[in-house]
């Protein structure tokens, strides 16, 4: 029996500690079938919209520029961390909402597999834009690996 092959894995990251799960599994997921990380972090043009409650960038007063700064070093640690490992990544920055923007690049990029954590979103903005991972895990062309 012959399973599928993942060459390209989109690792999804916001910098929280709830990603780093997910990294970890993708990691050594690449690691083990030698395909390439795409380290993607979404900034959201909404601000409230999917940043990790507790996060600077949860603050309205802060900059665009300082979440391009955060999910720079987000994407930048899963390539450090990928160098040590042997493993070949790309970091990846977009700009839109979450979950249509991880979908995009999959289908623009041929991506075959999509890691990433759960959020840990709440109260009224779970339930009107609901969460990253179920949007992703609902409408995803590819398989996706939801890390807990």
């Not at 991880?102 to 597999?113: K, P, T």
């Amino acid at each position: 029996m012959a399973g599928k092959s993942y060459n390209k894995i989109l690792i999804a990251t916001d910098g929280s500690d709830n990603a780093k799960n997910a990294i970890f599994s993708g990691m050594n997921l690449a690691g083990l079938l030698g395909a390439k990380i795409y380290a993607v972090c979404v900034l959201p043009t909404h601000p409230a919209s999917s940043m990790p409650i507790g996060s600077r960038m949860m603050r309205w007063e802060i900059p665009f520029d300082v979440m391009r700064e955060e999910g720079t070093k987000a994407v930048n640690e899963v390539v450090e961390l990928a160098k040590i490992n042997g493993v070949d990544a790309e970091p990846v920055l977009l700009e839109g909402h979450p979950s249509e923007e991880i979908l995009r690049y999959v289908q623009d990029n041929d991506i075959d597999l999509i890691v990433m954590g759960t959020l840990g979103k709440t109260g009224l903005t779970r339930l009107l834009l609901g969460s990253v991972a179920e949007n992703v895990l609902r409408h995803s062309p590819v398989e996706v690996l939801v890390v807990r």
